[in-house]
């Protein structure tokens, strides 16, 4: 409780201090300002809109609408002008106007075009996404790339109420969840492969398991891009499977202030609010995204607590060039979960010797002292932005971060900073093993630099749009540790914080490691005759890591690698409905360079390519898009522990996987609109020289296939007008993973595959919205698995994570 009344006092009080200090009167401006919001007759705004304003001079000032389907024209003309707003699927609106010496801000409804109205300009509203800049780094339509990339707009992060980032890119085909941080993290897979709590922001790198912060904060998300395979060419070392680039929300052009209120069980108490606000001249603005959240969980001794604040200003230096600032400032705690613990059976089989079960026990089970496990963290960054017009379609843009994450000591357990995590399964009778660590200090420190140039040129009758760019993270960070050994705990009558005895000196230790990757790379997308689009890509690497033992583990290592990744691709548009795409791209990883091997070594880097097919679509209008693609990636130099020493790891061979995926995303009528994906793959170890082989096994922690639908329903007319229902159901198949069987003598028997079966949980959605004026509240209602089936959402080596019980999440959203 005195954690829910901070939470809501800090919020009252930082909410009132900056609409305090941002709300001065706006100044004079020697322009006439004419912005405003261009939406759908539901209220959805609509982004990428072309606005274009005719002056009595004859001057023609032109911008787009942005992702809150905001628009800010400037122009010294005065008197009458002509308005005109064309969006892909719409009807063009066309309107007279009086330009006067003040600020003028206006509200523009488009409505859906009819099947034969015809309109050229790009946008996108409601699910569906038309363009997107994750996959080559330009704002570029789909239909005219060669690369596979989904989009989780704004409005499905609001459908469903997403709270955390899995539930968002599980809409998307081939993404599944994993538990690299024990609950911590935004870990998932992309077609196969682990991607180790790595995503990115804005573009830039944010590695949650090596930083060990706060997972994503969705409260700060416009939007999320998810680019499936390879793309070391733009984005450097990470995993083949691809990469989930956030699109933060970045102050806007116009006023706006929302708070928003959810509600849930198990204690769930969350406040936002995002106050967006003009200042001098509407050359300069500002924008505040806070988020409070208390809660408890269906898990026995897991609680959160997290207060973030996003501040950001946004200066137009001049028409050449604009500086965007953002920052962040998050504090709090939440605790590690070890989930379920396994109880295996022995089987006959040379490479599988038993099979291991979730132990049969209520999913609230948690098996780690009261008090342990707790993790409080405070991080902070920030983020300049630089944009300078060099020429028409030519901005430079470069971009900095500098991020800073602690975790120092909890005090109140029974050694501050313990960690316990379960040894292996639990026996027969019950009883589990545990070992635990005590850290006095953990710090990361994060460096980056960003700088691009794209552009576009025509020669004759074939344009380029072309890139060139370079990337520069340093990564280095500290902590230290000892390990204690908590005693024995029976699943079936746990006995909990009993004595530990005084921590181990021999297995008291420390480490500093680092960390620098940069990487130059260019990129032409060419546009032939006949709809041909032809993308070719190379990136030259550079990277360097070593890591520095003391105690149970001593050595200094480090590594220095220089390969060059290719990228291609060839796309024909048979027509404006239809893209038929093939395409070639190539991995240099960088989790092996992390990995120490046998003799104090790194291990060489890990390498991968891909060849993919697939077919684009856009229907109705361009309101409904569908995709499919297969593919196939080979992963080279894959770590895996060395059965001598598990604290070691070494490169097994070679690891593939190969499958097909749909993804279809829209607005079937003027009321319904869909989100949906099914992917279904195979992966494999292909090679593996370590004792025993997983040779021929698929991966583990991997399922066979996923699968997502959600729909929402919307009346645009009538009196049901405002009301909204939506509803569907996610999951994927059954999944495995291994852990080493050993005899008394510690020689490898085989493997133990701890298993878990398939789910599927059915989720809906109710709500209500008012609008008045610029002014709306929303009320909503999200219910998680209905049928409150008891299932396991992910695995890992002897525990699985149970996934969430039925839940009612209301919220309520006033916007003004």
């Known amino acids: 409780m005195k954690d829910m009344l901070f939470v809501r006092r800090a919020m009252l009080v930082c909410f009132a201090v900056f609409v305090a200090l941002f709300r001065p009167p706006d100044l004079l401006a020697q322009n006439v300002i004419f912005s405003g919001t261009v939406e759908d007759s539901a209220g959805r705004v609509i982004v990428g809109a072309q606005v274009t304003l005719h002056t009595s001079s004859g001057a023609v000032v032109t911008a787009r609408t942005d992702a809150a389907g905001y628009f800010f024209l400037s122009t010294g003309a005065r008197g009458p002008a002509t308005l005109t707003i064309e969006a892909r699927g719409f009807e063009i609106l066309t309107r007279e106007i009086a330009l006067s010496s003040a600020q003028q801000e206006q509200n523009f409804t488009l409505r859906i075009a009819g099947e034969q109205q015809t309109v050229t300009v790009t946008a996108s509203t409601g699910y569906t996404a038309t363009e997107a800049s994750s996959g080559t780094k330009m704002d570029l339509p789909l239909m005219e790339t060669p690369i596979s990339v989904q989009v989780i707009p704004q409005q499905v992060l609001k459908d469903q109420q997403i709270v955390n980032l899995i539930d968002a890119i599980t809409n998307v085909s081939g993404v599944a969840p994993t538990n690299d941080s024990y609950g911590t993290s935004d870990s998932f897979s992309i077609r196969g492969f682990d991607a180790a709590a790595l995503i990115y922001q804005d573009g830039l790198r944010l590695d949650e398991y090596s930083d060990s912060g706060f997972a994503q904060d969705m409260a700060n998300v416009e939007q999320v891009e998810v680019v499936k395979g390879p793309a070391s060419v733009l984005y450097g070392q990470g995993e083949p499977g691809g990469l989930v680039n956030i699109i933060t929300k970045k102050p806007r052009p116009n006023r706006f202030d929302s708070f928003q209120q959810q509600f849930g069980g198990h204690g769930y108490y969350r406040a936002i609010a995002d106050v967006n606000q003009p200042l001098v001249d509407r050359r300069l603005y500002s924008r505040l995204v806070f988020d409070g959240l208390s809660s408890d969980s269906f898990r026995n001794f897991i609680h959160t607590n997290e207060l973030s604040f996003f501040p950001s200003l946004k200066w137009q230096l001049s028409d050449l060039a604009d500086l965007t600032l953002q920052g962040s400032y998050q504090t709090g705690s939440d605790y590690t979960d070890n989930g379920i613990p396994f109880q295996s059976y022995p089987v006959n089989g040379s490479q599988i010797v038993a099979i291991g079960y979730p132990a049969p026990v209520i999913r609230s089970s948690n098996f780690v002292d009261y008090g342990s496990n707790k993790v409080h963290t405070r991080q902070f960054d920030i983020k300049p932005f630089l944009t300078i017009h060099l020429g028409e379609n030519w901005p430079l843009r470069i971009i900095y971060k500098y991020a800073y994450i602690t975790t120092p000591p909890t005090s109140g357990q029974l050694y501050p900073g313990l960690d316990e995590v379960y040894v292996g399964n639990a026996d027969s009778k019950g009883d589990l093993a545990r070992f635990g660590f005590v850290t006095d200090y953990f710090h990361h420190r994060t460096n980056q630099v960003i700088a691009d140039l794209p552009g576009s040129f025509t020669i004759g009758k074939v344009k380029n749009t072309v890139l060139v760019g370079f990337d520069y993270s340093k990564d280095t960070g500290a902590y230290d540790y000892n390990t ?333």
């Open 484 to 816: 204690v050994f908590p005693a024995t705990i029976n699943i079936f009558n746990p006995v909990y914080n009993q004595p530990i005895p005084p921590p181990d000196p021999s297995g008291q230790g420390w480490n500093t490691l680092g960390y620098i990757a940069y990487g130059a790379y260019a990129q032409d997308l060419v546009q032939l005759p006949w709809h041909i689009f032809v993308l070719a890509g190379v990136r030259m690497n550079w990277a360097y890591a070593y890591e520095n033992y003391a105690g149970a583990y001593v050595g200094n290592s480090a590594v220095h690698e220089r390969p060059t990744n290719p990228r291609g691709g060839l796309l024909w548009q048979a027509d404006d409905h239809v893209s038929l795409y093939s395409s070639y791209s190539s991995n240099y990883g960088d989790s092996a360079l992390g990995q120490n091997a046998p003799g104090q070594k790194f291990l060489p880097p890990e390498s991968a390519n891909q060849v993919e097919f697939g077919v684009k679509t856009e229907w109705l209008n361009r309101r409904l898009t569908a995709s499919t693609a297969v593919y196939r990636i080979f992963k080279h130099n894959v770590p895996a522990p060395d059965p001598s020493n598990p604290a070691l790891v070494i490169a097994i061979g070679t690891a593939r996987t190969q499958g097909i995926e749909f993804d279809v995303a829209g607005q079937v009528t003027r009321d319904l609109r869909v989100i949906a994906s099914y992917s279904n793959f195979q992966s494999v170890i292909t090679k593996d020289t370590n004792v025993p082989s997983q040779q021929g096994l698929p991966f583990g922690s991997v399922p066979h296939f996923t699968e997502s639908f959600w729909t929402t329903w919307e009346p645009q007319e009538g009196p049901v007008r405002g009301f909204r229902l939506g509803g569907g159901v996610g999951g994927h198949s059954g999944e495995q993973a291994y852990q080493t069987v050993y005899d008394v003598n510690y020689n490898p028997l085989g493997f133990e595959a701890d298993k878990i079966g398939s789910y599927a949980t059915l989720n809906l959605m109710g709500g209500y919205q008012h609008n008045w004026d610029r002014k709306s509240l929303s009320i909503q209602m999200n219910i998680e698995n209905l049928l409150n089936k008891h299932y396991f959402s992910n695995v890992n080596p002897a525990q699985g994570l149970p996934g969430g019980p039925f839940n009612i999440i209301p919220a309520m959203e006033f916007r003004f």
